[in-house]
């Protein structure tokens, strides 16, 4: 039985809960629906508003929190804004479900930690959607890097450029501290890049330092009480040193999450608007590779969902990560499935970026 096949021995066809109905709630719902999860229910801000988003979700009942974890589903989803993940979360614990979390886990370290404490404690499942990990070429550059083909790590060179809030008409719950966390633009984009860059790289961040830029100090006639860019300089556990740029103003950039390894025999390059191709660097010469599973590294071939030609992306990444999820509730232990402990580790690098960029120095993370 394959890791991308909805009815798993022991719990039937699984029953899928959601809390909030935004931009996140549509991608998992679409994830879920992928996987042959019945799509149970759905609470929100409001009982209106959860209404609403049933319907255009195609979730079964709408109802309240209590009515929510009250209810028959295995795994609850929590898609809604930051603040509220780690307190809603704990819930979901609490009821003993399953929970897939969004990121940031948390707003905190101590929090983060807080909650995956809970889920060893109560033996459930809990996975935050680092979801570039299911490109099929992101798992190609992770085997390849793994099996020595690149040699020793010297330096990385990544980013994660977008343009949504490039003007200071654009506004959204994020820019402020009380919804959206200290941290915006690396919690929300920087975390996945450095999730990224030590899955595939096979070792950890250990030092680094920072310099954030907040250029509105108002969206929407509220205060900017966060970043929006930060630049990180980081060395790996191995001395591998890097840069690393994010930014939500970046003009015309939407969705450049770039990843670049640089070893002592040759180079790869993941570019997740291009998440077909891997290039590879040589001295003596370049090359793009193509996604394709008959001549991929062992273990790779099944994040291919789709056949050669037809271009996998970004939700078929996310039906990657739910079917993983949804596996491993079954008893099955997925390679590379993201859980608290990675949510745990980017809430981490996030407190050790905002303390660098404070006060001006290296800071040593813990492995």
């Excluded at 309240?64 to 614990?93: K, Q």
């Excluded at 890097?242 to 999450?257: D, E, H, P, Y």
């Amino acid at each position: 039985m394959t890791t991308t096949e909805v009815t798993h021995t022991g719990i039937g066809t699984i029953r899928s809960g959601f809390l909030g109905g935004g931009f996140m709630a549509q991608a998992h719902t679409r994830a879920a629906r992928a996987a042959g999860a019945v799509l149970a229910g759905i609470a929100s801000s409001s009982p209106e508003r959860a209404a609403v988003a049933a319907a255009e979700l195609g979730v079964e009942r709408a109802g309240t929190i209590d009515e929510l974890l009250a209810g028959g589903s295995e795994v609850v989803h929590v898609c809604t804004p930051n603040s509220t993940h780690a307190p809603l979360a704990l819930r979901v614990i609490e009821a003993g479900k399953h929970v897939i979390c969004e990121k940031p886990l948390a707003t905190s370290l101590v929090d983060a930690r807080a909650l995956a404490s809970a889920a060893r404690e109560h033996g459930v499942v809990a996975a935050v959607p680092f979801v570039y990990r299911y490109h099929p070429m992101v798992r190609e550059a992770r085997a390849r890097v793994l099996a020595g083909e690149i040699g020793t790590l010297l330096t990385v060179d990544c980013g994660y450029l977008q343009d949504w809030m490039l003007l200071p008409s654009d506004d959204d719950w994020r820019a402020t501290s009380d919804e959206g966390g200290p941290s915006r633009a690396f919690a929300d984009i920087g975390s996945h890049l450095c999730d990224l860059l030590e899955f595939v790289a096979g070792e950890r961040i250990v030092r680094l330092t920072a310099r954030t830029r907040r250029a509105f100090a108002e969206r929407g006639g509220r205060p900017v009480q966060n970043e929006d860019a930060v630049a990180i300089l980081v060395e790996t556990a191995s001395g591998a040193i890097g840069t690393l740029l994010v930014s939500q103003m970046a003009a015309g950039r939407k969705n450049a999450l770039t990843l670049e390894l640089h070893g002592t025999r040759e180079s790869v390059r993941f570019d997740q608007e291009r998440p077909e191709e891997l290039w590879i660097g040589r001295r003596e010469g370049n090359r793009q590779l193509f996604r394709d599973p008959q001549n991929a590294h062992p273990g790779v071939a099944r994040f291919s969902r789709l056949p050669v030609g037809h271009a996998q992306g970004y939700q078929d990444a996310f039906n990657g990560f739910v079917a993983d999820v949804y596996a491993a509730i079954a008893g099955e232990q997925p390679d590379g499935l993201p859980t608290f402990d990675d949510g745990v580790r980017a809430a981490q690098l996030t407190e050790a970026v905002l303390l660098a960029a404070r006060e001006e120095r290296w800071i040593e993370v813990p492995v």
